[in-house]
T-cell receptor, first 115, second 111 residues
Framework: DAGVTQSPTHLIKTRGQQVTLRCSPI?????VSWYQQVLGQGPQFIFQ???????GRGNFPDRFSARQFPNYSSELNVNALLLGDSALYLC??????????????FGSGTRLTVV | AQSVSQHNHHVILSEAASLELGCNYS??????LFWYVQYPGQHLQLLLK??????LVKGIKGFEAEFIKSKFSFNLRKPSVQWSDTAEYFC?????????FGTGTRLQVFP
């Protein structure tokens, strides 16, 4: 059990549609990050949220957005889906930001297929 | 910005063989380095991490990594692999509070 829960596990969408992915961090973790893992590549950073505020954004178009809720759970939204958005979307949670104790724990991911 | 290179894309070994996977990061200064493993169908798991101190880091499942600052390297090693080590291995570095991953190395271990 990873401790970070993501839903749904699998999703098939059509080009042009919109999708929302959800993540619940480990209890006590206040930071949530989103990563995209395309087949054959390493995960790429999309967003980081801490205490409900965006703390970092990767090189992704504005079609990608996210938010963090008061209970520290998070949603990733992708609008106007493209075939190239097909990937495994990973959520990672970590304790309060502390450079001496980085502990990123990943969820199992949501496999998004765009057809 | 930091970047990570993993030059071994696919490694095939027999059980009991020794393993070394290469990882290089792009620039120096204070670095925080990680190795993650992704078993088939499972989530990314942390194998080990380096923040400071002893450059030889011990991780889980018999893995270790050596931080060599002069070579910008953080290679992963295991003296004797098992079939259960078949997985994808990712090296990563922290860059302004986000993880930068390499492209990964697929390890296949045959009995």
């Amino acid at each position: 059990d990873a401790g970070v829960t993501q839903s749904p596990t699998h999703l098939i969408k059509t080009r042009g549609q919109q999708v929302t992915l959800r993540c619940s961090p480990i209890s006590g973790h206040k930071s949530v990050s989103w990563y995209q893992q395309v087949l054959g590549q390493g995960p790429q950073f999309i967003f980081q949220y801490y205490e409900k505020e965006e703390r970092g954004r990767g090189n992704f178009p504005d079609r990608f957005s996210a938010r963090q809720f008061p209970n520290y759970s998070s949603e990733l939204n992708v609008n106007a889906l493209l075939l190239g958005d097909s990937a495994l979307y990973l959520c990672a949670s970590s304790p309060p930001l502390d450079r001496a104790n980085y502990g990123y724990t990943f969820g199992s991911g949501t496999r998004l297929t765009v057809v | 910005a930091q970047s990570v290179s993993q030059h071994n894309h696919h490694v095939i070994l027999s059980e009991a063989a020794s393993l070394e996977l290469g990882c290089n990061y792009s620039y120096g200064g204070t670095v925080n380095l990680f190795w993650y493993v992704q078993y088939p169908g499972q989530h990314l798991q942390l194998l080990l991490k380096y923040f400071s101190g002893d450059p030889l880091v011990k991780g889980i499942k018999g893995f270790e990594a050596e931080f060599i600052k002069s070579k910008f390297s953080f290679n992963l090693r295991k003296p004797s692999v098992q079939w259960s080590d078949t997985a994808e291995y990712f090296c990563a570095v922290i860059d302004t509070d986000k993880l930068i991953f390499g492209t990964g190395t697929r390890l296949q271990v045959f009995p």
